[in-house]
């Protein structure tokens, strides 16, 4: 056998060997008996599938003739409208937890400035009564103050607004707490007053 010869035949040892070793190989490793029945593992919520998950609650009110109402801008407002003189109002949810009621309520007072002591010590709070002096199905508390409102963004920007009020009001129903939140000059928000609280009186929640 010449050289030529002689390579083939180891040539084709090497391949007989390697043929042989990978079957071998596959006989030894043993099948997984899980294989193709494992479940994927389930995909964790995310905080906008929760949020996603609640229902923000239906509502109707009996609102003061000069609001002019708008689409809302953000999820958590339920109601918008523009007042005269440049101001606003609007209703909102958070959800259904009482716990962020007076974070939210001090972060509105933050927003504004007053000529003595802190707004939140100035603001006048009481409880609403139906016309009857008895409470209200969905207690309400209602609050009142007047001072610069100094965070603008809300109305549109621009200098503080000097000798302007706010009415701020707060109904627990079993839905959650519903914000109500008013803000214009003093003269537009006080001869809204009434018609404000009637609005609160007339609050249906589905």
């Not at 000529?115 to 010590?121: C, F, I, L, S, V």
């Amino acid at each position: 056998m010449d050289y030529t010869e002689d390579m083939k035949g180891v040539n084709t040892l090497m391949v007989t060997c390697l043929v042989l070793s990978l079957a071998w190989g596959s006989c030894m490793k043993a099948p997984d008996p899980n294989r193709g029945l494992k479940k994927p593992k389930p995909a964790t919520p995310s905080v906008a599938s929760a949020q996603t998950a609640m229902q923000a609650p239906q509502i109707q009110v009996i609102t003061p003739p000069s609001w002019s109402e708008k689409p809302p801008t953000m999820s958590f407002y339920l109601k918008m409208w523009d007042l005269p003189e440049g101001g606003a109002a609007n209703i909102s949810w958070l959800g259904n937890q009482p716990d962020l009621i007076q974070a939210n309520l001090d972060r509105w007072y933050g927003q504004w400035e007053v000529a003595d002591g802190h707004p939140k010590e100035s603001a006048r709070v009481e409880a609403l009564l139906n016309p009857a002096g008895q409470p209200t199905r969905f207690p309400t508390t209602l609050a009142t103050l007047k001072g610069t409102l100094v965070a603008t963004r809300s109305v549109g920007g621009g200098e503080p607004k000097e000798h302007w009020m706010l009415a701020i009001a707060v109904s627990e129903t079993p839905q959650g707490p519903l914000y109500f939140k008013v803000m214009a000059s003093e003269k537009v928000v006080e001869d809204s007053l009434d018609e404000f609280k009637t609005m609160l009186l007339s609050l249906e929640v589905k």
